[in-house]
């Protein structure tokens, strides 16, 4: 059962990557909790439409994601994530690289994982 989970969540945590390198604003809105919070780098909270807007407006461009050190820890119908992604990408035309450590934690209801609390630490 919890390897299921865990078999689970990297297909998801791979719909999520693959969603974010395309601005896949439809696959988002389906993998993004309505109660999405998401506690940015800079320490902002950011909610499900800033997160889809920002995609949205071409504003964020990212052009790779390399994930490592991947954990998966299942608890129930939740499952918090520890990964480090390297990430390159534009914000409003400027570079926008970086090494960040995120902490995600998917909420599983009616037999659908979504992503509910995320926050990102940058990597020095």
């Not at 994530?81 to 970086?98: E, L, M, S, T």
């Not at 090494?99 to 994982?113: D, E």
Request: proline letters at 1%.
């Amino acid at each position: 059962m919890e390897s299921d989970i865990v078999q689970e969540i990297f297909a998801v945590e791979e719909k999520l990557k693959a969603s974010m390198l395309s601005s896949d604003t439809v696959a988002l809105t389906d993998l993004l909790s309505d109660a999405l919070i998401f506690i940015n780098h800079f320490g902002q909270r950011v909610s499900k439409q800033d997160d889809i807007a920002l995609h949205r407006s071409g504003l964020l461009s990212i052009e790779s994601i390399e994930l490592r050190d991947f954990q998966v820890v299942p608890q129930g119908n939740i499952a918090l994530v520890h990964v480090n992604a390297d990430i390159k990408g534009k914000y409003d035309g400027a570079k926008a690289n970086g090494v960040f450590a995120f902490s995600r934690v998917w909420l599983k209801q009616n037999n659908k994982w979504q992503l509910i609390s995320a926050q990102s630490t940058v990597i020095s």
